[in-house]
């Protein structure tokens, strides 16, 4: 059990040390901070929501989610629009602008990748890393464990 253990945990610290320069060169060309960029994701996969909705699926406080707010209402990429039934509520929506950001910063890097997938690997090598996008993709949901 001790050596699955150090296993995994160098896996863990080999996988982080393999992704972080694909993902600093994914994200070198955006203009928003990841966060922000999940605050446009999620209301343009979601519609309108509020500051509290968005701290929790963001995973962060609200506090910080008012201020990412603000900033992108000041960038005019959301609009903070109240409750036509509860004034004290303000629903978060998506502008045209921030449609527009998010399709630009979602495709700043892809480019890159796409080149870098064609150029860098074989056509083994390629099927090889598709093969592995499900487990990655599962390493990072929420979903419960097996």
């Known amino acids: ?34 966060g922000k960029l999940g605050v446009l994701r999620h209301v343009a996969e979601h519609g309108r929501t509020s500051t509290t909705e ?5 995973r962060v406080s609200p506090q910080a989610i008012s201020l990412a707010a603000r900033e992108l209402e000041r960038l005019e990429l959301v609009a903070r ?24 910063e979602s495709a700043a890097g892809h480019g890159w990748l796409d080149q870098a997938i ?22 990072g949901s929420d979903a419960p464990v097996d």
């Not at 629009?81 to 004290?88: F, S």
């Not at 303000?90 to 921030?98: F, K, N, R, S, Y």
């Not at 150029?119 to 993709?137: C, G």
């Open 1 to 34: 059990m001790t050596g699955e253990i150090s296993g995994a945990r160098a896996m863990a610290r080999s996988l982080f040390d393999t992704l972080l320069p694909l993902l600093r060169r994914l994200t070198a060309e955006r203009t928003l901070s990841s």
């Open 54 to 58: 968005l701290a929790a699926v963001v």
């Open 81 to 104: 629009v109240p409750d036509a039934e509860d004034r004290r509520r303000v629903w978060i929506e998506l502008t045209d602008a921030g449609r527009q950001k998010l399709v630009q």
């Open 118 to 139: 064609m150029e860098r690997l074989t056509p083994e090598e390629r099927r090889t890393l598709e093969n592995a996008i499900p487990v990655l993709r599962k390493l």
